[in-house]
């Protein structure tokens, strides 16, 4: 059986986790295999949509102690899971908190390990992974030698294909607790607040913003176009008050959406390994030479005080 740890937000299964459901649900009808959908917390409502997307069988795994995320207790639950459903691979998203368990549960396996990778397929049985290596600029095929293989699937480049089935429901034991760490509290910004790992649409701020103020140019065009607002790590550590959540590259969040805005940023390499898998770059920068625009679907170079306010109103305009 392969296995997938799905995430859910408001009661509704996370984009990332359904895109690894339905690629799993490819690779276990390759290879004959069935395909289980692991829910962890304190309320799986939600669960059942799984099944839509190919879902043989939904794992539900509840306690009052699995509320809050908490990296060992969900990591103990999923390892588990893994092996009281005798499961030889097991998928998760390659989110903020599926980074953050699933190398913990292949720990606790013995299992080989692929995060963020950007193709599967299922060689004698076993997993093999495609994933972008040198911060983006070549990838790697890796294939797997332990009886258990885990990995990580990078948001937005798996395709969402709906396949019912019958999703039979099964609940599983929750771990005993006395987890190393606990949640108390989460803050966080506020509800609607969407992850820059799950947007289709980002614009994108760099040092040329100039000041944090001025990323409300980009919060008007980002809402013109359906999208989010990210930064580059020069613009995170500026002291601008821009939260780590936003910044976008090597050591920030690796995006991939259809669409990204890249305003005043040079396009270093550790920015580019976070946002190279993007569909369409769109590059505005004053400096032609740039290197941003190597890579660019489409560049402007120009103002990006003149440039963007344009693409707003022209956004606006397409809008009505
Ligand atoms: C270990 C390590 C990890 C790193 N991780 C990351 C990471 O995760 N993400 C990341 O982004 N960086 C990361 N960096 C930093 C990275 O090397 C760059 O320093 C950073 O990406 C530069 O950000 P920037 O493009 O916004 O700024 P700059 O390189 O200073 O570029 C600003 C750009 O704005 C343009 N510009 C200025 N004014 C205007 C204007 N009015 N209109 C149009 N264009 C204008 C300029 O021409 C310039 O190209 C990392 C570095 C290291 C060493």
Same mark, same amino acid.
């Given at each position: 059986?392969?296995?997938?740890?799905?995430?859910?937000k408001d009661?509704?299964?996370?984009?990332?986790?359904?895109?690894?459901l339905?690629e799993?649900?490819?690779?276990?009808?390759g &290879?004959? @295999?069935?395909? #289980? =959908?692991?829910?962890?917390g +304190?309320?799986t /409502?939600?669960? *059942?949509?799984?099944?839509?997307y190919?879902a043989?069988?939904?794992v539900k795994?509840?306690?009052?102690?699995l509320?809050?995320?908490?990296?060992?207790?969900?990591a103990t639950?999923?390892?588990? &899971?893994? @092996?009281?459903? #005798? =499961?030889t691979?097991?998928? +998760?998203?390659? /989110?903020?908190? *599926?980074r953050?368990v699933?190398?913990?549960?292949?720990a606790r396996?013995?299992?080989?390990?692929?995060?963020?990778?950007?193709?599967?397929?299922?060689?004698?049985?076993r997993?093999q992974?495609?994933?972008?290596?040198?911060? #983006?600029k070549?990838?790697?095929t890796t294939?797997?030698e332990?009886p258990?293989?885990?990995a990580t699937?990078?948001p937005?480049?798996?395709?969402l294909?709906p396949?019912p089935?019958?999703?039979a429901?099964?609940?599983?034991?929750?771990?005993?607790?006395?987890?190393?760490a606990?949640?108390?509290?989460i803050l966080?910004?506020g509800?609607?607040?969407?992850?820059?790992?799950?947007a289709?649409?980002i614009?994108?701020?760099g040092?040329?913003?100039?000041?944090?103020?001025n990323?409300?140019?980009?919060?008007e065009?980002?809402?013109?176009l359906?999208?989010?607002?990210?930064?580059?790590?020069?613009?995170?550590?500026?002291?601008?008050g821009?939260?780590h959540?936003m910044?976008?590259?090597q050591t920030?969040?690796?995006?991939?959406?259809?669409?990204?805005?890249?305003?005043g940023?040079s396009?270093?390499?550790?920015h580019?390994?976070?946002m190279s898998?993007?569909k369409?770059?769109?590059?505005?920068?004053k400096?032609?030479?740039?290197p941003?625009?190597?890579?660019?679907?489409?560049g402007?170079?120009g103002?990006l005080?003149?440039?963007?306010?344009e693409l707003t109103?022209?956004a606006?305009?397409?809008?009505?």
């Open positions: 059986m392969i296995l997938v740890f799905c995430e859910t009661g509704k299964i996370r984009k990332p986790s359904l895109e690894a339905c799993a649900r490819r690779l276990a009808d &290879a004959g @295999k069935g395909l #289980g =959908a692991l829910f962890v +304190a309320d /409502t939600g669960a *059942g949509e799984a099944a839509q190919g043989d069988v939904i795994i509840e306690a009052p102690s509320a809050a995320y908490s990296s060992d207790g969900y639950a999923i390892a588990d &899971a893994v @092996k009281a459903k #005798g =499961a691979a097991l998928l +998760a998203a390659a /989110t903020s908190c *599926g953050d699933a190398p913990r549960v292949a396996l013995g299992a080989g390990y692929a995060s963020d990778v950007t193709g599967l397929s299922m060689v004698e049985g997993l992974a495609v994933r972008p290596v040198y911060a #983006g070549a990838f790697a294939g797997f332990t258990v293989q885990v699937t990078r937005n480049i798996f395709a294909a396949c089935k019958a999703g429901v099964e609940t599983l034991p929750a771990p005993a607790g006395g987890f190393l606990v949640v108390k509290e966080t910004k509800a609607g607040h969407v992850d820059i790992a799950e289709d649409v614009v994108a701020g040092r040329g913003m100039k000041d944090g103020a990323f409300g140019i980009l919060e065009l980002a809402g013109a359906g999208g989010v607002v990210g930064a580059s790590r020069a613009a995170v550590d500026a002291g601008w821009l939260p959540s910044q976008i590259g920030g969040k690796v995006v991939s959406p259809t669409l990204y805005i890249a305003c940023i396009g270093a390499i550790q580019v390994a976070g898998g993007s369409v770059i769109v590059a505005i920068n400096d032609p030479e740039a941003i625009f190597k890579l660019a679907t489409y402007i170079v103002d005080f003149e440039v963007v306010p109103k022209a606006k305009a397409l809008g009505k």
